[in-house]
């Protein structure tokens, strides 16, 4: 009886267990939508074997993210190891910004303003969508800090919503409808 009852006891813990794993798996190679269902079937191909610039290159909607990057000289940078937490505003993110912009941003001049707005989008570690709590302060790799908030399930970023999630093999893109604007140098 006894041996029968650890015998019992080691086939529940396996069966536990391999469910557990299963669910890990599935959480760290899944991709959380929280709104945008044209992001969410664009990122549906991608797969965990992608860092986060390649994340952002199969986007159709980051192709303004991936010639900003291009022009600031982060594509090798953000390629790295990381961990990174990127938060990629969309193609319709970068139009809202005020007409000439982004085109005076993307001119060789204005390379260290594009490059500083670029890394105010990135930080250091993983933060999932899960993780964030209202009124959590992160540091960017510019030096700056975002501040988060979070209501009714819905998490933002200075004001941009986070409207994806895709796990990457450096890190986690996180992507938003709106560009994070660093505040002036005093």
């Known amino acids: 009886m006894r041996k029968m009852l650890l015998v019992t006891t080691m086939v529940c813990t396996s069966l536990l267990m391999s469910c557990q794993t299963n669910t890990k798996k599935t959480d760290e190679t899944t991709i959380i ?3 945008d269902s044209v992001i969410q079937s664009d990122m549906n191909d991608l797969l965990l074997e992608d860092n986060v610039v390649q994340v952002a290159v199969k986007s159709k909607d980051h192709s303004t993210l991936v010639a ?4 600031a000289d982060l594509v090798e940078s953000l390629s790295k190891e990381g961990p990174f937490t990127v938060f990629a505003p969309t193609n319709a993110a970068f139009n809202k910004l005020p007409a000439g912009t982004l085109d005076n ?13 670029l890394k105010y989008h990135v930080s250091l570690g993983v933060f999932k969508a899960a993780d964030f709590i209202d009124g959590q302060i992160i540091g960017q790799i510019n030096g700056n800090d975002v501040k988060m908030s979070v209501k009714n399930g819905k998490v933002m970023i200075n004001g941009a919503t986070v409207v994806a999630s895709v ?7 996180h992507v938003i409808d709106g560009v994070l604007l660093p ?4």
């Open 33 to 35: 939508a929280k709104t």
């Open 167 to 173: 796990p990457a093999l450096n890190g986690i893109v």
């Open 68 to 71: 900003a990057l291009k022009a």
């Open 105 to 117: 941003l993307l001119k060789p001049e204005n390379k260290g303003d594009l490059a500083n707005i």
């Open 183 to 186: 505040s002036p140098s005093k």
